[in-house]
C-alpha cells in the first residue's frame, strides 16, 4: 500500500504570470487571508498522506516566497527551491531535492496557481499512481473542441467523448518521474511537453485520468482570481 511509501509533493510557482498583467505573478495574489500559493502549501501540510514539501520558485521571489512560508507556520519539512528556464526544468530541479527514502517513494506535482486542492482528490491520485506508476486528476470535456489551422480556419471537430481536461496534482512513482525527465534531457526536450504526464508517456506508461473537481482551477486570466474569491466564499 502507497501509505508505506514516502509522498513528496513538488509545488511548481516559478511563472512569471505574463499572461495575467503586469504586478506580482499570480500565485502571489492575495486571496482571502493568504496568496494563492498559500493555500496549495496548507491543503498539502495538512494532508496526511503527504510527508514533505518541495517548492520551486523564481530568483527574483526567492525570500518572498521564503517569508510566506515562515509566516503560514507549516508542520512538514519543506524547501523552497529556484527553478529554471521553464515549468520543465523547474520540476526537474524539485525533483534534485529528492533524499533516497523519497526516491523510492511518490511524487506529487502541482501548479503552485491552483488553491483549491481538496484531500479526497489526493488520496484517489496516491492509489491510482501506485497501481499504475502515474496519474493525474482531469475532467471531461464538455465543450465542442474544433482545431483550426494558423488562419484561424476550422480543419475538424473532434469527438469529446474520450477528451479530458487535464488538472494537477499529478502522481508518479518517483523513479519512473525521474527516469522521464532524464530522458527528455538526453534528447534535447527540453521544454517540448505540457506537463509531466506527457515526459511519462514517451516511456511508455499509460498515466490513469482519476476525476477531479470543477473548483480545482488554475488562475491563468485576471478574471480567474475573482471566480477563485467567489469559491473561497463558497467553502465558509
Do not use: W
Amino acid at each position: 500500500m502507497y501509505r508505506y511509501l514516502t509522498v513528496t509533493a513538488i509545488v511548481v510557482a516559478a511563472g512569471n504570470g505574463s499572461r495575467f498583467g503586469e504586478g506580482l505573478p499570480k500565485q502571489f495574489l492575495m486571496l482571502g487571508n493568504m496568496p494563492v500559493l498559500g493555500h496549495s502549501l496548507m491543503a498539502f501540510d495538512k494532508n496526511t498522506y503527504i510527508d514533505r514539501i518541495v517548492i520551486v520558485v523564481s530568483q527574483e521571489h526567492l525570500m518572498m516566497c521564503e517569508d510566506m512560508v515562515e509566516q503560514l507556520r507549516l508542520v512538514k519539512p519543506c524547501d523552497v527551491v529556484v527553478g529554471g528556464a521553464n515549468r520543465q526544468e523547474s520540476v526537474r530541479n524539485g525533483l534534485l531535492q529528492l533524499d533516497e527514502k523519497c526516491m523510492d517513494g511518490i511524487v506529487l506535482v502541482h501548479d503552485g496557481a491552483r488553491p483549491f486542492v481538496e484531500g479526497e482528490d489526493v488520496y484517489a491520485l496516491l492509489s491510482a499512481a501506485y497501481d499504475y506508476q502515474a496519474a493525474t486528476l482531469g475532467l471531461p470535456v464538455t465543450d465542442t473542441i474544433k482545431v483550426a489551422d494558423f488562419e484561424m480556419s476550422i480543419e475538424k471537430t473532434l469527438q469529446r467523448d474520450n477528451l479530458f481536461t487535464v488538472q494537477t496534482p499529478q502522481a508518479f512513482k518517483a523513479d519512473v518521474l525521474i527516469k522521464a525527465h532524464k530522458q527528455a534531457k538526453e534528447a534535447g526536450r527540453t521544454k517540448s511537453c505540457y506537463d509531466d504526464c506527457q515526459l511519462v508517456e514517451k516511456t511508455g506508461i499509460a498515466p490513469k485520468i482519476v476525476t477531479g473537481s470543477p473548483n480545482n482551477i488554475k488562475i491563468t486570466h485576471a478574471v480567474d482570481i475573482h471566480i477563485a474569491r467567489s469559491i473561497l466564499e463558497g467553502e465558509k
